[in-house]
């Protein structure tokens, strides 16, 4: 868990940010699917932004016990694409915290986290 520190600042007072919302609607929505796979697992992650021109980037991580993966989508405020997909390919076996930070001008602006488990392979059991 070596960035939890990182997110830890990033993340600190977006829990209250994140219910508050802008025209009635969160900053940040996120789903992740599937929810529970087989390793070599692959999660997809849909964030939906709401359209800010605060908004400058987009920090999405998949960490478990013993994995760590980041992927980090610059936003051009309020021109930025409302949906952004990415994949975490190849996760190993796992329970992991999907967590999403979007970062305005002046920090992070709203955190969602979300769970994905990657069981063992079939073949793997034996």
Known sequence: MRNRSRLAVLGCG??????STL??????RMRV?????LAPGLVTVRASVEADSQNRFL????????????????LNGKDAPVLNVLE?????????HITGVLVGE????ATVLK???VAPSVGSLR
Do not use: C, W
């Open 14 to 19: 977006t829990f209250l940010l994140a219910a």
């Open 23 to 28: 025209n009635g609607s969160e900053p940040l």
């Open 33 to 37: 699917s599937p929810e529970m796979t």
């Open 59 to 74: 920090e999405v991580v998949a960490e478990s016990e013993d994995f760590y993966r980041s992927s980090q989508i610059q």
């Open 88 to 96: 975490f390919r190849n996760l190993p076996t796992g329970m992991y």
């Open 106 to 109: 002046h920090g992070p602006r």
């Open 115 to 117: 769970l994905a488990k």
